[in-house]
C-alpha cells in the first residue's frame, strides 16, 4: 500500500523524532514505540538547549510553556514550540520545532512534526501530524473503536490490519483539517489535503485532494 507509507506521507527531515521510522513502513507501526523512544532522545539532548523537568519532560529552552499548562512524561518539546494556556500533554508526546498546542488541547502519545497547529480544542490521541499540518478548532482524533475491536484502515476498498486497539490519525505534510472535523480510528490523510469543516472521516483520504463529505473527494486543481 504505497499510498499510506512512511515515504508517501512525510518528510522526515522535518521532525527530531526522525529516526523512530527506522525499518518500519507504515507510520501506524511506530505508535507502541513513542514512549521508550522520547526517553531515549531525551537523554542525548543538548543541556545548553533543552532543560529536563520532572521525570522524562525535556523543554527546549527558547520554548513557551504557559504556567497553566499540564505536561507528564515522557514528553519532548522541540526548539520554538508554544505550548499554551491549559494545554494538557498526557505523555508518550513528542511536540515539533515552532509547533503550536493550545488553549484546553489534550495530547496523548503522539508525534508532531515541526510547525504542526493544534491550537483550540482539539484531542489528538495515538497519532501522527506531519510537517505543517493544522487541525481548526474543535477537530479532534478519535482512536478507539466504539466496538473496541482492532483498528483496520480502508484503503481504496482494501482493508489494512494494524494489530492495534488504538490508533487515531495519521496527517500527512501540510494537512488541513477544517473546525469541528471528527477522524475516525485509522485516518490517514495524504499530504496537501484539505478537509471541510463539521467532517467525518473514515479510512484513507488521498494526497492533493479536497473532502467535501463522505463519498465526496475531489483532486486539487
Known amino acids: 500500500m504505497k499510498e499510506i507509507e512512511i515515504s508517501s506521507l512525510f518528510d522526515l527531515s522535518n521532525t527530531i523524532a526522525a529516526d523512530i521510522f527506522n525499518g518500519v513502513t507504515y507510520p501506524y507501526e511506530v505508535l507502541p514505540k513513542i514512549g521508550d523512544f522520547i526517553i531515549q532522545l531525551g537523554a542525548s539532548l543538548p543541556a545548553d538547549r533543552f532543560q529536563k523537568i520532572g521525570e522524562n519532560v525535556w523543554i527546549?529552552?527558547?520554548?513557551?510553556?504557559?504556567?497553566?499548562?499540564?505536561?507528564h512524561g515522557p514528553a519532548i518539546i522541540d526548539e520554538g514550540a508554544e505550548v499554551r494556556h491549559c494545554a494538557f500533554i498526557r505523555g508518550n508526546a513528542l511536540v515539533g520545532k515552532n509547533a503550536v498546542v493550545g488553549n484546553s488541547t489534550e495530547l496523548k502519545n503522539v508525534i508532531?512534526?515541526?510547525?504542526?497547529?493544534?491550537?483550540?480544542?482539539?484531542y489528538v490521541g495515538d497519532s501522527i501530524l506531519g510537517y505543517k499540518s493544522h487541525m481548526g478548532a474543535g477537530s479532534i482524533t478519535s482512536n478507539v473503536k466504539s466496538d473496541k475491536t482492532l483498528v483496520e484502515i480502508n484503503v481504496k476498498g482494501e482493508k489494512v490490519?494494524?494489530?492495534?486497539?488504538?490508533?487515531?490519525a495519521v496527517l500527512g505534510d501540510e494537512v488541513e483539517i477544517g473546525c469541528g472535523s471528527i477522524l475516525n480510528p485509522g485516518s490517514i490523510i495524504g499530504k496537501h489535503t484539505n478537509i471541510y469543516p463539521l467532517s467525518m472521516v473514515r479510512g484513507y483520504v488521498p494526497a492533493e485532494s479536497i473532502y467535501k463529505k463522505q463519498g465526496e473527494i475531489v483532486e486539487k486543481n
Open 60 to 71: 527546549a529552552k527558547s520554548a513557551v510553556v504557559a504556567e497553566t499548562a499540564s505536561i
Open 161 to 168: 490490519k494494524t494489530n492495534l486497539k488504538k490508533m487515531g
Open 112 to 122: 508532531l512534526f515541526d510547525s504542526v497547529q493544534v491550537p483550540h480544542y482539539n
